[in-house]
């Protein structure tokens, strides 16, 4: 006759694993690299919508969408990258575009276009359903 092993539940065997001295020094390790992460890309949003002189109010007056989500984006761990073209076109950024180097070459990728629709109004929503975000000031066009 074999013998089954014993149900236990998910909580108790996580205790039991996290009693244990490397495993919690593991868990520690684990967790504070994650929280550095997040901090290091909360910072690199709030630092683009900073350096345009921008409230999360204010960018989220220009992005159609309540400060609360301009909050929750700068806190997220993954974007659309349409969602941070919206994102980088309300901060004001020109050209964005994302860098990196594979086998000692850098290779540029642009990042769409955000998704608005250029002949509507702020706050309009489009035929799909998009808000427009405000450009913010404009500069003087030359003749």
Avoid: C, W
């Amino acid at each position: 006759m074999v013998e089954q092993d014993k149900f236990v539940r998910g909580n108790d065997r996580l205790k039991a694993m996290l009693a244990e001295p490397e495993t919690a020094a593991a868990v520690r390790d684990i967790r504070a690299g994650m929280d550095q992460m997040n901090r290091e890309y909360r910072m690199s949003l709030a630092a683009i919508r900073q350096a345009a002189n921008l409230t999360q109010v204010e960018l989220a007056s220009r992005m159609g969408i309540k400060q609360s989500a301009v909050s929750t984006l700068e806190g997220r761990q993954d974007l659309l990258l349409s969602t941070l073209a919206n994102y980088l076109a309300a901060a004001g950024a020109s050209n964005p575009r994302v860098v990196v180097t594979v086998a000692g070459h850098e290779v540029e990728y642009a990042l769409p276009q955000p998704t608005v629709h250029p002949a509507r109004p702020p706050g309009v929503k489009d035929e799909e359903g998009h808000i427009r975000p405000d450009p913010g000031p404009r500069s003087p066009s030359r003749s």
